[in-house]
């Protein structure tokens, strides 16, 4: 294994981290969570940069960067529903992308990496579980969802786009 990819499985630790300190929702605790989460989002840009940078791009840490994302997301979602922040179904609908787009990967000769749309998505989930778990004032409550609400939005059309251009390729 490559540094990219020790950096990829290092984000992991933020998991059992966030669970915990999330587990009580006091705001010294939501503060050290959201530090843990940034810090673990910021791998996600640090391993894929050094994976170009050092020509160490590999099929194990295209496989393995999006699955540790998943995870790393759906821990603190997790913790938004048991709080009842968020509703249940956006949070399915991001589940199910991520399952749909994991069964595809499985089908295909050879992994595509992340592309604009996906991207896209990943800094929005990033910036809205960020808002959310952040002890922000009553007021930001509302701009706080509609950045969930916006983050599951391009989760369904980064998902449809990713699975698009492979189905058209295959009709003709």
């Known amino acids: 294994m490559n540094l990219p990819t020790w950096i990829?499985?290092?984000?992991?630790?933020?998991?059992?981290l966030l669970f915990f300190f999330l587990q009580d929702p006091s705001d010294r605790h939501r503060l050290i969570a959201l530090g843990i989460f940034l810090l673990a989002?910021?791998?996600d840009w640090l391993d894929g940069y050094l994976a170009r940078k050092l020509n160490q791009v590999s099929d194990l840490g295209k496989f393995l960067d999006p699955l540790v994302d998943k995870l790393l997301v759906f821990a603190p979602f997790l913790i938004l529903l048991q709080?009842?922040?968020?509703?249940?179904w956006g949070v399915f609908l991001i589940?199910?992308?991520e399952m749909a787009i994991a069964g595809w990967r499985v089908n295909q000769t050879t992994i595509s990496g992340a592309n604009i749309w996906g991207k896209l998505k990943t800094v929005v989930q990033i910036a809205a579980i960020s808002c959310l778990i952040a002890p922000l004032p009553e007021t930001w409550q509302f701009w706080t969802l509609c950045l969930f609400w916006l983050a599951v939005a391009l989760t369904l059309i980064s998902g449809c786009l990713y699975i698009w251009p492979t189905t058209i390729a295959v009709e003709t």
């Open 41 to 43: 989002a910021g791998t």
């Open 95 to 97: 589940l199910a992308r």
């Open 83 to 88: 709080w009842g922040v968020i509703p249940a």
């Open 8 to 16: 990829t499985l290092s984000r992991l630790l933020g998991v059992p």
